[in-house]
């Protein structure tokens, strides 16, 4: 029901059912949301994930912004500072997350330790002119529904998800091409491995190495779902099955090794720069298309975006001043 209440609330507004009366609200009254005046309220971004912050308790009004922003084109007054100190602060906690995931990694396989910058790697002429078109689409959407006009706001929300659908499968064409490369830097087994030699270290217990796999399966989808604290936790967990005693079998001289034999699939975690999910260098391009199509990493390029278009007008303002 919450979901569905959601959902409406996007396409028909918050005040969808008239109950609430605006006719003597003023923009700066203390139950408005600031944050949603000056473009963006993170409690709209994660809904349905992990970072659902919830409903925001304050009124959205797309009239009361246009008010707010006919005011501040005339000096009377200006929000954005206090828009730029929330989604900072959401940044900072998600950058540390990636700092996290990335030391984790490291501790494992220091070359496995990356960050692929999915914000280089991604952004062509082509995505850039997709995300123009979502952010010209999305306006659109807002003056529909200033005027009233719900078919045509849906119609324009329609368009929108086409778009980031297009923009997402291209994208994972982007990154997995990338990826290939990624692959291509990694070790690779020895063409002709010499026959019957085991590894230089006593064989795991099959059941206890069928339960790490789990473990790190379970690992990489959490990350790909932006739960990081609790694939770093399936890691651990695999870490600490790895310290188990392992049984006694006959070991072989160490010096017939090189480390291009030793178990190069552990070097297939990355970790993206903008929301913090793992993503895996052997993922398909169907799986990285949901990624980039996932509310959360919406979310945290929404936020990015923002900020960025924040500091650059901040800087204008500053040189004219």
Known sequence: MDAMRKQLDVLMGANRNGDVREVNRKYYDRDVCRLFLSGLCPHELFQLTKMDMGPCPKVHSL???K????AKSKGVDNYDRELEDAIDRLIVECDRKIGRALRRLEDEDAKAAIAISVSEVTQTPEILELSKQIKEKLKEADQHDL??????KIRALEEVEELRTTRADKQSILLLDAFNKDRASLPQPLPNPPPLAPLPVAAPDPHIQEMINEKLKKAEDLGEKGMVDEAQKALEEAEALKKLPARQEPVLDS???TAADVRITDQKLRVCDICGAFLSVYDSDRRLADHFGGKLHLGYMQIRDKLAELQVRQFIFSLVS
């Open 63 to 65: 009239q009361l912004r």
């Open 67 to 70: 008010e707010y922003e006919e």
């Open 147 to 152: 005027e009233g006009k719900t078919d045509l």
């Open 255 to 257: 010096s017939k090794y």
